[in-house]
């Protein structure tokens, strides 16, 4: 029996985060993966979908100038092609020449401290499960006799589909759906949710949706799925909205409804590792209730996202092999992005949580781009920016929609967590004309309401 300081079950964001973060404290790790190294972001979910994206832009800036012809069969081979051209960063040899172990097969766990995989015994002082999520596929009377997308099977396609329904308005189905449309596909896009993308703040989703809307993209919200049929070439869906129930139909169907923990495989609940259909329970420190186990990223969640699985598997990883005292391991920090054009970026508490929270002690601070004389240049006007302050200016929540937004909201998450008020932006010079003026002025406003005696409150 082989033995390692750590066994990390499966090579996505959390695996590899994990893996890399053991052997540069020059512990000894064996990383196992039963599919490829890389995980449902390199292979169905961040870089395809980017990739896709990218083209999707470019194809709708070449429109602005000349009618173009569009190759979905050429688009798609490019972008399995990216995939690769990413996947070399975590490639086997690659991560063998980090000093990792790598097994491909399927890990079950015997007891706390060993392995089965594929019939060979390997023990571990520790154990690090990061098997990811997997999509939701409901059960709507007549899916299961129609064919159906999801984020695993849509980047195979060997060219574009004619017309697409979407499923599902969160960020992947707002991604795609756009994405899609830009590059010639009729999309129809379909939540039972009022509004798209749900969970941002109502007015940056609205503007998101108008967005949407105008690039011709059909929307159907406040709509449940009745059932599905197929219809000759079509995919019929039968919607319910209020007492009424209407039809609508596209070619392909493609499932964005959420994810769900891979649990079903690793043998959990003999090992007395509890979950449920949210995921593995862990502590504070992100260790399971079996001693020696812990899990990390979106089989733990409660954020799936990349960034935050590798996030904790970071600090799990610090904590287990530091000299210093472990710390819990807080996502309060979390901010995401939502990757259409332009970018809708978020951290922290929404306007509502905050009230919630705090009453009427916030001040909420507005911008447009418009205002940027580098958007008006660019004619990309289209965004906004609000931050959410306490009575101090300290931020408790951020949107941003507009052009790189997320590289526009690392500066207030920065700020954030480091507890630095957002009039203290004033003081730092931004470069002219730069997106990032759209921060100095609305720290210009918070100086101006809370005074420059605010900033003692550091």
Known sequence: MQSFDLAVIGAGAGGLNSALTAVSA???????????????????????????????????????????????????????ALIEEAHQAEAVPTLQDAGIEYRHGTARLIDNTTLDVDGQAIYADRIVIATGSSPVVPGIPGLQSVPYLTNENIFQLESLPESLIVLGAGAIGVELSQAFQRLGVKVKLVDQAETILP????????????????????????????????????????????????????????????RKPNTDTINLSDVGVEYDAKGIKVDDFCETTTPGIYAVGDVVGPYLFSHTGGYQARELVRNLYSTDSPKPISLEGVAWCTFTEPELAHC?????????????????????????????????????????????GHILGASILGERACELLGELQVMKQHGIPLQGLQSAIHPYPGYSELLLYLSFDAHAHFGASSDEHN
């Open 348 to 392: 922290g508490l929404s306007e509502e949580e905050a009230r919630c929270v705090y009453g009427d002690e916030i001040t909420v601070f507005t911008g447009k781009y418009s205002d940027l004389d580098r958007a008006v240049v660019d004619q990309k006007t289209d965004g906004m920016g609000k931050v959410i302050c306490d009575k101090h």
């Open 199 to 258: 969970r941002e703040e109502p007015e940056f989703a609205g503007a998101v949706q108008d967005i949407l809307s105008k690039e011709g993209v059909g929307i159907y919200v406040g709509r449940t799925v009745q059932s599905v049929r197929q219809y000759d070439a079509d995919i019929v869906l039968s919607l319910v909205a209020g007492e009424g129930i209407e039809e609508i139909r596209g070619h392909s169907l493609l499932l964005a409804l959420g």
């Open 26 to 80: 020059g512990k000894r790790v064996v990383l196992i993966e039963r599919h490829k190294p890389g995980g449902e972001c390199t292979w169905a979910g961040c870089i395809p979908s980017k990739a896709l994206i990218q083209i999707a832009k470019d194809v709708k800036v070449a429109q602005k100038y000349a009618s173009i012809a569009i190759d979905g069969a050429a688009i798609m081979r490019k972008v399995r």
